[in-house]
């Protein structure tokens, strides 16, 4: 399922991202489609570099 981002006009600085099936929910409650807004990235994990002994040194 796609996810939607969202906000609401009492919460301007705080967009939501919601399955696309529960838009219709969230709309009800005032919620609107940010389709405008730019997309933040995700945070990734960074793998940790092994050391050696001879890096150690």
């Excluded at 929910?25 to 001879?54: F, I, N, S, Y």
Aim: proline share 12%.
């Amino acid at each position: 399922m796609a996810a939607v981002r969202m906000t609401h006009p009492d919460l301007p600085e705080q967009p939501i991202e919601v399955d696309e099936l529960s838009v219709p929910h969230h709309q009800a409650a005032g919620w609107q489609v940010a389709e405008d807004l730019p997309q933040e990235p995700k945070p990734t994990a960074r793998r940790r570099r092994q050391t050696t002994r001879e890096d150690e040194s």
